[in-house]
Nanobody, 124 residues
Framework: QVQLVESGGGLVQPGGSLRRSCAASADIASIYIMAWFREAPGRQCELVAAINNLGNPTYPDSVKGRFTISRDDAKGTVDLNMNGLQPEDTAVYYC??????????????????WGQGTQVTVAS
């Protein structure tokens, strides 16, 4: 399994922006899906952005127009740019790599390779 190391995250005010980055320990060009999931207290871990190896992104309605995912296979990195953040975006965010399609809801670590997870808090 590929090892994923996340960076970024932290505290931001409502309406603010944040960038999450994920670096892989191995070549990701052959990995079908790179994705970001998030888990908020009392809620299921949910997909917030995914991008396949053709560079096609997918977003749920909750973040569409605010979040942007990108992957750089040459560098082995996946980034998540988050704009217009709201308190309901507060959660632990995970980077995920998978050779198969991923469902919308997933238990952390259940499929694919997962990063360590990093807290994002949106509060004034």
């Amino acid at each position: 399994q590929v090892q994923l190391v996340e960076s970024g995250g932290g505290l931001v005010q409502p309406g603010g922006s944040l960038r999450r980055s994920c670096a892989a320990s191995a070549d990701i060009a052959s990995i079908y899906i790179m994705a970001w999931f998030r888990e908020a207290p009392g809620r299921q871990c949910e997909l917030v952005a995914a991008i396949n190896n053709l560079g096609n992104p997918t977003y749920p309605d909750s973040v569409k127009g605010r979040f942007t995912i990108s992957r750089d296979d040459a560098k082995g990195t996946v980034d998540l740019n988050m704009n217009g953040l709201q308190p309901e975006d507060t959660a632990v965010y995970y980077c995920v790599a998978s050779h198969a399609p991923l469902p919308y809801y997933l238990t952390p670590g259940d499929r694919g390779s997962w990063g360590q997870g990093t807290q994002v808090t949106v509060a004034s």
